[in-house]
């Protein structure tokens, strides 16, 4: 990242000799729109590798395709924020724990892998609570950089994406003891501390906001490495509950607050088509991963190794002819398709607003 870093550094001087005289330094141009991320590992561009815990891709083969090093991104290239800073003209977004990391004016990446919305789902992780925290100590950077007036239009004109929920669902799925009632109750839990967030960032001025639905996790390599089937597992419905309630509690957001703007992304069947239809979107192989070992190459975190020698996992000639690149992450091919719908899919997909009309809007 050395390179996009000096080549950040001389733009933003450029930008600030070029369109702003020496009064009003720190000023955005007009068009300036921030980038804010949340989440977990589908847009964690390394938070975790300054965290202790499992599921940091910071050893090769991740990262080799496109950075030619390990960013403790969870891919052999570019995520989906990637794809859209590339659409929008902007800087990649860079991780909120990345040491020197001070200037927020493009925005802040605070995904981490493994994060849920609630903090028992992986203790270590940046849970959904902990980013709101990281954002507001940046409000705070920001409105001494910039000045009260300017931070706040600089976060009224931002777009802020999501991408929760995954890893709540996979940890109650994976508690065999829970009973009805408290599946019910940590739903609400969960759809609870998020709308609260939601309204944490409208009340500083938050506008634009993008979310994914939950993919279908049973079509995972992951998945299927445990079950050691060539089929989907879970109950599909439940994710499909979980998918139209976020759509009606988007809806309900919606009218309680004036101005809110909203992306819904349908992930999961963008995905889902890719994974079982995968000859159709140029894909040759949308069951195993491309890297690690175990059925389907689905064992958890057996992708990657320091040093990047190759021991105790294998690594697909082309990951591009892969859907899923280790066992729970798409590959970066399929990453640019998703983010293409995202950019500006068709509406069905996309909706109502898609991520180009955020970054184009005033
Ligand atoms: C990670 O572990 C090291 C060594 O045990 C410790 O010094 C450091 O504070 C820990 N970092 C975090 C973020 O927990
Ligand atoms: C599910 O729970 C078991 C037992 O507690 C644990 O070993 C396993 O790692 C968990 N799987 C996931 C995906 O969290
Ligand atoms: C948020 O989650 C906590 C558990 O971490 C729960 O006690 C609380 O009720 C939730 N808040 C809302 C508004 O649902
Ligand atoms: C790389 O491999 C060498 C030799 O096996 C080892 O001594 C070193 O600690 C490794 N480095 C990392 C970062 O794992």
């Not at 802040?108 to 994060?115: E, I, K, L, P, R």
């Not at 009805?180 to 944490?200: D, E, H, P, W």
């Not at 960032?201 to 996790?217: D, E, V």
């Not at 069905?348 to 180009?356: A, I, Q």
Request: proline content about 4%.
């Amino acid at each position: 990242m050395l390179h996009m870093d000096n080549f950040s550094s001389l733009f933003l001087s450029f930008c600030t000799i070029l369109l702003l005289p020496a009064s009003s330094h720190g000023k955005q141009p007009e068009n300036h729109v921030a980038f804010f991320i949340f989440g977990d590992s589908l847009l964690d561009s390394g938070n975790n590798v300054y965290l202790n815990g499992t599921g940091k891709g910071d050893s090769l083969p991740y990262g080799e395709t496109f950075f030619k090093h390990p960013t403790g991104r969870l891919c052999n290239g570019r995520i989906v924020p990637d794809y859209i800073s590339e659409y929008a003209k902007i800087l990649f977004i860079k991780p909120y724990l990345e040491p020197g990391f001070t200037d927020y004016t493009n925005g802040v990446n605070f995904a981490s892998a493994g994060a849920g919305v609630l903090p028992g789902t992986h203790p270590g992780t940046l849970y959904f609570k902990l980013q709101l925290n990281y954002f507001e100590e940046v409000v705070k950077g920001l409105k001494q950089q910039l000045g009260d007036a300017d931070a706040h239009k600089l976060l009224s004109k931002a777009v802020y994406t999501f991408s929760i929920r995954g890893n709540d669902y996979i940890t109650l799925q994976n508690n065999t003891k829970a009973t009805a009632s408290f599946r019910k109750l940590y739903m609400i839990m969960i759809l609870g501390n998020f709308t609260v967030g939601i309204k944490q960032l409208y009340a500083h001025g938050g506008r634009k906001f993008a979310f994914q639905n939950i993919g279908l996790i049973g079509c995972m390599p992951a998945t299927r490495a445990s079950s050691r089937s060539e089929g989907c597992l879970h109950d599909p419905t439940v994710i499909a509950k979980m998918n139209i309630g976020l759509s009606r509690l988007l809806k309900r957001i919606k009218q309680g607050l004036p101005g809110f703007k909203y992306a819904l992304f349908d992930y999961y069947t963008s995905l889902t088509m890719r994974t079982l239809h995968s000859s159709q979107f140029g894909f040759k192989d949308g069951k195993s991963a491309c890297c690690g070992s175990g059925p389907f190459n689905g064992l958890l975190f057996s992708c990657g190794k320091k040093n990047g020698t190759a021991s105790g996992f294998t690594l697909c000639r082309d990951s591009s002819e892969y859907v899923w690149f280790d066992a729970a992450h798409p590959t970066e091919m399929a990453n640019q398709q998703l983010a293409s719908l995202l950019w500006d899919g068709p509406s069905h997909t996309v909706g109502p607003y898609n991520l180009k009309m955020f970054f184009e809007m005033a």
